[in-house]
């Protein structure tokens, strides 16, 4: 099989599917790989080092032209691109692997299995010891949870750590986190590490051992949550009057803060509104908010997804695709992820679907002309399929 990486063409997106690093491991499983070139160069891999790596490089055209497996990060039908600049491009059989965002845009997922293409998406690993060393979501939150704490503290007008100064004595900058998933852990990681005092809310209450364990006070609400978290390990949506009675309570937490760092977001679904405007109003001028929720609508209901709000002195920013502002590692990260996911579906050189293995199962979702994934043909309204044979080539 011939592995395609094209260049990226979301808005934006300075990631490429697979850095120069990772070729001899997709050769090792029998794919030859073809770049589109210039893929690279934005995340600061030139085409010259892909070649060294025994790639070839070759021009847009050629990659989906010729490509049995396309590669991407997020630029393919799920881009919520209007209209899907390569969707037309697609060939029946042509295997696509990538982020798809099969939940909150299933209609993508449709438009691929229009083309007869067969995807996996990405976005889909199962969170199961097994698939960490596919979890490319893991990888994307890592990333931005450390940015996001990076931007606040260069907006921020004062410094992060404890400093004794021939001026004085600086205190520390108090830094709440909301959401203590992947992105949250990091950015309180990353925090502590510049020096901030760090507190940390989560819904779901087994997270208090995990932020305590990074050195941050865990914020205790009084709210039965005993149900926020799924079978996955994510969190699940609430009613309105429990975010209500969350809001209530946490607003002290928020107007004591320097920085709040907003990371609660839920698969497929429009992100909770935990900070308010009067929440806003009551923080001391100059403080800022970073919400990484913005591109599912943010967790402060001031948030403008790609822009800053300020209001009464409190900055407030929208950061959208925040894992391109670090495309080198963001790149890194995500080829090694999907190399080892591609190991589990590519055997000697040919496309094997085993339906038997949980991780392939749970990711396939397109397959000769129809959506298969049982969720996303819920969600688009189609009757159940027959139930394939477990193992299959193409």
């Given at each position: 099989?011939?592995?395609?990486?094209?260049?990226?063409?979301?808005?934006?997106?300075?990631r490429v599917?697979?850095?120069?690093?990772?070729?001899?491991?997709l050769?090792?499983?029998?794919?030859?790989?073809?770049?589109?070139?210039?893929?690279?160069?934005?995340?600061?891999?030139?085409?010259?080092?892909?070649?060294?790596?025994?790639?070839?490089?070759?021009?847009?055209?050629?990659?989906?032209?010729?490509?049995d497996?396309?590669?991407?990060?997020r630029?393919?039908?799920?881009?919520?691109?209007?209209?899907?600049?390569d969707?037309?491009?697609?060939?029946?059989?042509?295997?696509?692997?990538?982020?798809?965002d099969?939940?909150?845009?299933?209609?993508?997922?449709?438009?691929?299995?229009?083309?007869?293409?067969?995807?996996?998406?990405?976005?889909l690993?199962?969170?199961?010891?097994?698939?960490?060393?596919?979890?490319?979501?893991?990888s994307?939150?890592?990333?931005?949870?450390?940015?996001?704490?990076?931007?606040?503290?260069?907006?921020l007008?004062?410094?992060?750590?404890?400093?004794?100064?021939?001026?004085?004595?600086?205190?520390?900058?108090?830094?709440?986190?909301?959401?203590?998933?992947v992105?949250?852990?990091?950015?309180?990681?990353?925090?502590?590490?510049?020096?901030?005092?760090?507190?940390?809310?989560?819904?779901?209450?087994a997270?208090?051992?995990?932020?305590?364990s990074?050195?941050?006070?865990?914020v205790?609400?009084?709210?039965?949550?005993?149900?926020?978290?799924?079978?996955?390990?994510?969190?699940?949506?609430?009613?309105?009057?429990?975010?209500?009675?969350?809001r209530?309570?946490?607003?002290?937490?928020?107007?004591?803060?320097?920085?709040?760092?907003?990371?609660a977001?839920?698969?497929?679904?429009?992100?909770?509104?935990?900070?308010?405007?009067e929440?806003?109003?009551?923080?001391?001028?100059?403080?800022?908010?970073?919400?990484v929720a913005?591109e599912?609508?943010?967790?402060c209901?001031?948030?403008?997804?790609?822009q800053?709000v300020?209001?009464?002195?409190?900055?407030v920013?929208?950061?959208?695709?925040?894992?391109?502002?670090?495309?080198?590692?963001?790149?890194?990260m995500?080829a090694?992820?999907?190399?080892?996911?591609?190991?589990l579906?590519?055997?000697?050189?040919?496309?094997?679907?085993?339906?038997?293995?949980?991780i392939?199962?749970?990711?396939l979702?397109a397959?000769?002309?129809?959506?298969?994934?049982?969720?996303?043909?819920?969600?688009?309204?189609?009757?159940?399929l027959?139930?394939?044979?477990?193992?299959?080539?193409?």
């Amino acid at each position: 099989m011939l592995a395609g990486v094209p260049r990226e063409t979301f808005p934006g997106e300075r990631r490429v599917a697979a850095n120069p690093a990772v070729i001899p491991a997709l050769t090792a499983l029998g794919l030859e790989v073809a770049v589109e070139r210039g893929a690279g160069e934005a995340a600061g891999f030139p085409d010259a080092l892909y070649v060294e790596k025994g790639a070839r490089m070759v021009s847009r055209a050629d990659v989906f032209g010729s490509a049995d497996l396309l590669l991407a990060v997020r630029s393919l039908a799920s881009s919520r691109i209007a209209p899907p600049p390569d969707l037309s491009a697609l060939r029946a059989g042509q295997v696509v692997v990538g982020f798809l965002d099969p939940i909150g845009a299933p209609e993508g997922v449709q438009a691929l299995a229009d083309r007869g293409a067969v995807a996996f998406a990405l976005d889909l690993i199962p969170r199961i010891s097994r698939a960490q060393a596919m979890d490319a979501l893991s990888s994307v939150a890592t990333v931005i949870g450390y940015k996001a704490v990076l931007l606040a503290a260069d907006t921020l007008p004062r410094m992060f750590p404890l400093m004794m100064t021939a001026g004085g004595t600086l205190t520390p900058a108090r830094l709440l986190v909301i959401g203590a998933g992947v992105a949250g852990l990091q950015a309180i990681a990353t925090a502590r590490r510049l020096g901030a005092v760090v507190e940390a809310y989560d819904i779901r209450p087994a997270t208090r051992e995990q932020i305590q364990s990074l050195g941050a006070r865990y914020v205790e609400l009084p709210l039965d949550a005993q149900d926020a978290q799924d079978e996955g390990g994510y969190a699940r949506t609430m009613d309105e009057s429990f975010y209500r009675r969350q809001r209530e309570t946490m607003g002290r937490v928020v107007s004591a803060s320097d920085v709040v760092i907003s990371t609660a977001a839920i698969p497929g679904k429009k992100a909770p509104v935990l900070i308010t405007a009067e929440m806003v109003d009551a923080m001391r001028p100059g403080s800022v908010i970073v919400d990484v929720a913005a591109e599912q609508g943010g967790n402060c209901e001031l948030t403008q997804p790609g822009q800053a709000v300020v209001r009464s002195g409190v900055t407030v920013m929208g950061p959208v695709n925040v894992a391109s502002a670090v495309p080198n590692h963001a790149s890194q990260m995500h080829a090694r992820n999907v190399a080892n996911f591609l190991a589990l579906i590519v055997k000697q050189g040919a496309l094997t679907v085993d339906l038997s293995d949980q991780i392939v199962r749970e990711t396939l979702v397109a397959r000769g002309g129809e959506v298969v994934h049982p969720r996303l043909r819920e969600t688009l309204g189609l009757p159940p399929l027959v139930a394939p044979p477990t193992t299959a080539a193409g």
